[in-house]
């Protein structure tokens, strides 16, 4: 079946603008996860969804991030007035429940200029 | 501080050994282990996942153990073939959370 996918692959923006990073998830997958992995960085864990529980958003490095899950499927991951340190791969992954296996899309690439 | 490290940090080896990469944890409170492949520029591949009262588990020629009291997870790779390169991650999820913390990863180049 489809595994996750995620849009758009490659993004170029200017500092200060806003962006948007859509993930969809596995059908039927109920958790989903957004991780940021940054040049020569590790995998950093940004925001969890589970059903239609309210989001662990632990990590978010700041108020410029923000993300949204609409009718239990596709999330959407917003970063307001970005900044070159936002610089990175965005990377998406779903779970059929909560705590299982994690599948991974292919990630967003994000440069900011 | 809840951290994850994985050594080595490269490794370069011969085709058709056996190899182990580690990978430590600092809280045995663990739900559950997951392994993980990453080749360049693309997302990450799930090769394994051991829940927490689970000692190992396998698939095909890997083999991935677990030690909670020591706080360690191995993964064996038999007969490495020159396809087995890429950057291993493992990744951990603790009890009470939901958050998954990931080690920086191993990079595995098999010599043809």
């Known amino acids: 079946g489809a595994g996750v996918s995620q849009s758009p692959s490659n993004k170029v923006t200017e500092k200060g603008k806003d962006v948007e990073l859509r993930c969809d998830p596995i059908s039927g997958h109920t958790a989903l996860y957004w991780y940021r992995q940054s040049l020569g960085q590790g995998l950093e864990f940004l925001i969890y969804f589970q059903g239609n529980s309210a989001p662990d958003k632990s990590g978010l490095p700041s108020d410029r991030f923000s993300a949204e899950r609409t009718g239990g499927s596709v999330s959407t991951l917003t970063i307001q007035r970005t900044q070159q340190e936002d610089s990175a791969v965005y990377l998406c992954?779903?779970?059929?429940?909560?705590?299982?296996?994690?599948?991974f899309g292919p990630g967003t690439r994000l440069t900011v200029t | 501080k809840q951290e994850v490290t994985q050594i080595p940090a490269a490794l370069s080896v011969p085709e058709g050994e056996n190899l182990v990469l580690n990978c430590s944890f600092t809280?045995?409170?663990?739900?559950?282990l997951q392994w993980f492949r990453q080749d360049p520029g693309k997302g990450l591949t799930s090769l394994l996942l051991?829940?927490?009262?689970?000692r190992e588990q396998t698939s095909g020629r890997l083999n991935a153990s677990l030690d909670k009291s020591s706080g360690r997870s191995t993964l064996y790779i038999a007969a490495s073939q020159p396809g087995d390169s890429a950057t291993y991650l493992c990744a951990v999820i603790y009890t009470g959370g939901f958050k998954t913390i990931f080690g920086a990863g191993t990079r595995l180049f098999v010599k043809a």
């Open positions: 051991i829940q927490s009262s689970q």
């Open positions: 992954a779903s779970s059929l429940v909560e705590r299982d296996e994690q599948y």
């Open positions: 809280d045995s409170a663990i739900y559950n």
